[in-house]
């Protein structure tokens, strides 16, 4: 089994910048997948950014494309979602996710789940 724990939400203006950390444990960062999903008030959940194993391969959604970079420190068994230039539509609870198989980002495509951090922009 694999334990997320997400960390480094808070409160924000428009235009500023947060950097989450998914702390992973039971498996090293080396052999998951990993991706970030969020889930804003009244909306259904919906996929951010995702890496693969090796770190060589990632994805992102249309909406976070150039402003997201997600990055992995497998000496830390941790990945991180950097988020610049934040807008008040990126207000939302961000989970990291992870996966055994080979990455497909999607939320069926993901097997383990983190508690989930709040991230709030202010405008």
């Known amino acids: 089994q694999v334990q997320l724990v997400e960390s480094g939400g808070g409160l924000v203006q428009a235009g500023g910048s947060l950097r989450l950390s998914c702390a992973a444990s039971g498996r090293t960062l080396s052999t998951l997948a990993m991706g970030w999903f969020r889930q804003a008030p009244g909306k259904e959940r919906e996929f951010v950014a995702a890496?693969?194993?090796?770190?060589?391969?990632?994805y992102y959604a249309d909406s976070v494309k150039g402003r997201f970079t997600i990055s992995r420190d497998n000496a830390k068994n941790t990945v991180y979602l950097q988020m610049n230039s934040l807008k008040p539509e990126d207000t939302a609870v961000y989970y990291c996710?992870?996966?055994?198989?080979?990455?497909?980002?999607?939320?069926?495509?993901?097997?383990?789940w983190g508690q989930g951090a709040q991230v709030t922009v202010s405008s």
């Open positions: 890496i693969s194993w090796s770190g060589v391969t990632t």
């Open positions: 996710a992870a996966t055994q198989r080979q990455l497909v980002p999607t939320i069926s495509g993901m097997d383990y």
